[in-house]
T-cell receptor, first 112, second 114 residues
């Protein structure tokens, strides 16, 4: 059974810092991995999708890497801003299933 | 133009009532989902439909009945609501199977059962 864990559970940093959020999964037979952000009381916004054959994806100040064999992904946020404050969720799609299995999330606060 | 839209955004109702949540996607995706986010913010899949056909039913009580009139719509009907049904329900869509793409989520429906 696939389990997805995210550490840390919460993070509070001053503006301008570079951050690394971690996601680990127990079954390496995944199809892809997706990172989302969720603002309080809002829906999920897709940030990055990494296919199982890829090592990383970049979008602006965000870079996500995937090491399928070790069951890990990291989301790197460069030069953090207060607007980055949100909960970040990673989700994996299994090799032969169409459901996304979510991690527990990392709640990020970036203060000025 | 909203990609995945669900209505209503908020729903407050009494125990025992029956209610529905509607979802529509304009992305041309063939797969739609319902997810439940509990009070601890954990997201778990409830149902998945591919081209109007039920693919996943994740041991959800049969008081919950999804209906997909076409591949752009997936509604969720809940009978005999219970206090424990209070949660945020998210609709989502993606393209697949055979080439699973990015999943897009709606804004959520916050259901409160009193």
């Amino acid at each position: 059974k696939q389990e997805v864990t995210q550490i840390p559970a919460a993070l509070s940093v001053p503006e301008g810092e570079n951050l690394v959020l971690n996601c680990s999964f127990t079954d390496s037979a995944i199809y892809n991995l997706q990172w989302f952000r969720q603002d309080p009381g809002k829906g999920l916004t897709s940030l990055l999708l990494i296919q199982s054959s890829q090592r990383e994806q970049t979008s602006g100040r965000l870079n996500a890497s995937l090491d399928k064999s070790s069951g890990r992904s990291t989301l790197y946020i460069a030069a953090s801003q207060p607007g980055d404050s949100a909960t970040y969720l990673c989700a994996v799609r299994g090799g032969n299933t169409d459901k996304l299995i979510f991690g527990t999330g990392t709640r990020l606060q970036v203060f000025p | 133009d909203t990609a995945v839209s669900q209505t209503p955004k908020y729903l407050v109702t009494q125990m025992g009532n029956d209610k529905s949540i509607k979802c529509e996607q304009n992305l041309g995706h063939d797969t739609m989902y319902w997810y439940k986010q509990d009070s601890k913010k954990f997201l778990k899949i409830m149902f998945s439909y591919n081209n109007k056909e039920l693919i996943i039913n994740e041991t959800v009580p049969n008081r919950f009945s999804p209906k997909s009139p076409d591949k752009a719509h997936l509604n969720l009907h809940i009978n005999s609501l219970e206090l424990g049904d209070s949660a945020v329900y998210f609709c989502a869509s993606s393209q697949g199977p055979g080439g699973w793409t990015e999943a897009f989520f709606g804004q959520g429906t916050r259901l409160t059962v009193v």
